[in-house]
């Protein structure tokens, strides 16, 4: 069988295939993933980023080559979540410059795409980290140059790409000892693989059902949630007062709210004018921010602060570009400082920075909620945005952080052995403490991350745990260094019993 060209059919077809094989294995790369913690996201993150350009594709009838990867390129663009979702949507995004100027692609056209998407992938990245989905990806690249040339088989051509990505995909743990010490390949370098595979089951004519929905990214629809409850007050509200429930709750939303309505228990109802999309009376104030986080207590610890709007989500859910993008047009600011608060959102949040055209977006490099914490105390309204920017980064790099979670399988990281169900310790640089026992997990991380220069630590207390537990743990630190201020609040975030700064 040979295939010399690919129209825009075709290709959306490979395209349709390649993201449905990459769903299907979602679970099994998200078990893929080193930390065992409970959420193993690159599965899950590199799907919901190519479904989103996948229903894009669904909505064309008859679309021609350029329209097909515009498609290709805007939606995954928009939907990428998480560091391997971005780099995905970075590799289509450049695959598609070189591709769209094209009725029909040959080999020696996809040999240029391959290149040029590595090369887009790579910008994209600050520090790009080699056996990961990148090297997958060089590897298929590099190989697809040398065919060029040489053949004008398609289907000769992607059998060489991909059996050139999966001898690279299987190196990746000599390039990384701790995917070597947990016996596993690259996550994100399996996704991309699984792509591949799929679009070549599309091209050589597999029987493929393309039409089946994705449960994972259906295409965007409004869903209504009827949120009910009761606020308890010591005297009548008067009715700025009701207003400024009203601003709370739309301040703290996920969606656009409509229909609120707030009484006296037993009185008349009577209706709050919900906030108008048009744009604000007021005048755009200089510098507003986003965050991410997830949890009540830490909701509102942001909030307090100053943070214009929270977006749920962190370890256990990672936001899309498209939901930053939407949080920062509800901020009426000139520029808004993005919080991502988690290393696999940042790439999503400066993606959202390069998007973004009717107003400045300025992401703080924020690893963890302590440091997000840091940089709104750290904010001077009266500073410049350049001051505040060099600011806050400069001082999140002082904060030491501690997160506690529990372990879902059993696995071995930096030489420790790690039972389905211990209590780990992970700290900026790695695994601090493994223990079946919570208590221990956490004061050994603490011991590790206390120096003499400590004077305040801070505990936020989550799932897995509760004010007593938290007030216990606090005790015991203050016993042990006396001259630590402790402070401890509730956090409620999801997968971690306790995240801890140091500072």
């Known amino acids: 069988m040979e295939i010399q060209t690919i129209d825009a059919s075709l290709l959306a077809k490979m395209f349709l295939s390649g993201a449905k094989n990459l769903e299907a294995k979602k679970e099994w790369i998200n078990e893929l993933n080193v930390f065992p913690v409970p959420d193993g996201d690159t599965g899950t993150n590199m799907t919901m980023t190519i479904m989103s350009a996948a229903n894009a594709v669904k909505e064309l009838d008859n679309a021609d080559m350029k329209t097909v990867v515009k498609a290709i390129s805007s939606g995954s663009l928009r939907g990428a979540r998480g560091n391997s979702g971005v780099i995905l949507s970075q590799l289509f995004r450049g695959f598609a410059k070189v591709v769209s100027g094209y009725d029909e692609v040959t080999v020696d056209i996809l040999s240029e795409a391959f290149e040029k998407a590595v090369q887009t992938a790579y910008k994209a990245v600050m520090q790009p980290k080699e056996g990961t989905i990148l090297t997958v990806a060089r590897g298929a690249a590099d190989k697809a140059v040398s065919m060029k040339g040489r053949t004008k088989d398609i289907v000769a051509f992607c059998e060489a790409v991909i059996a050139e990505a999966e001898a690279t995909l299987a190196?990746?743990?000599?390039?990384?000892?701790?995917?070597?010490?947990?016996?596993?390949?690259?996550?994100?370098?399996?996704?991309?693989?699984?792509?591949?595979?799929?679009?070549?089951?599309?091209?050589?004519?597999?029987d493929v059902d393309y039409a089946s929905e994705a449960e994972a990214a259906p295409a965007p629809t409004k869903t209504?949630?009827?949120?009910?409850?009761?606020?308890?007050?010591?005297?009548?509200?008067?009715?700025?007062?009701l207003?400024?429930?009203?601003?709370?709750?739309?301040?703290?939303?996920?969606?656009?709210?409509?229909?609120?309505?707030?009484?006296?228990?037993?009185?008349e109802?009577?209706?709050?004018?919900?906030?108008?999309?048009?744009?604000?009376?007021?005048p755009a104030k200089e510098m507003g921010f986003v965050s991410i986080a997830t949890g009540e207590g830490l909701t509102s610890i942001f909030t307090e602060l100053g943070c214009d709007y929270m977006i749920p989500g962190g370890q256990t859910m990672n936001p899309s570009t498209d939901d930053i993008l939407s949080a920062v047009e509800k901020v009426n600011a000139k520029t808004v400082f993005v919080l991502p608060n988690n290393k696999n959102i940042i790439l999503a949040a400066n993606q959202a920075a390069d998007i973004c055209e009717d107003k400045q977006i300025v992401v703080i490099p924020t690893k963890t909620i302590p440091q997000g914490i840091t940089a709104l105390i750290t904010f001077d309204p009266d500073a410049s945005v350049e001051d505040n920017q060099a600011a806050m980064t400069e001082e999140i790099a002082n904060v030491k952080t501690g997160q506690v979670t529990y372990a879902v399988r059993d696995t071995m990281i930096d030489d420790k052995e790690i039972k389905n169900g211990d209590w780990m310790g992970m700290g900026d640089s790695g695994l601090l403490s493994v223990n079946a026992d919570i208590s221990v997990a956490f004061k050994e991380m603490i011991d590790l991350m206390v120096s003499e220069d400590s004077s305040v630590v801070s505990i936020y207390w989550g799932e897995g745990s509760d004010q007593s537990k938290a007030e216990e743990l606090g005790a015991a630190i203050e016993a042990k260094y006396p001259d630590l201020e402790i402070e401890i609040s509730e956090g409620g975030q999801a997968v971690y019993a306790y995240i801890v700064s140091v500072e």
């Open 171 to 206: 190196k990746t743990p000599d390039m990384l000892p701790v995917l070597k010490q947990a016996g596993v390949v690259d996550s994100g370098g399996q996704g991309l693989v699984c792509v591949l595979q799929g679009a070549y089951d599309a091209l050589i004519g597999k």
């Open 224 to 241: 209504k949630y009827i949120v009910e409850f009761v606020v308890e007050a010591d005297a009548p509200l008067a009715s700025y007062q």
């Open 243 to 267: 207003k400024e429930i009203q601003a709370k709750i739309e301040k703290i939303a996920v969606g656009e709210i409509s229909d609120i309505k707030i009484a006296e228990e037993g009185a």
């Open 269 to 282: 109802t009577v209706a709050v004018e919900a906030p108008k999309k048009e744009e604000p009376a007021e």
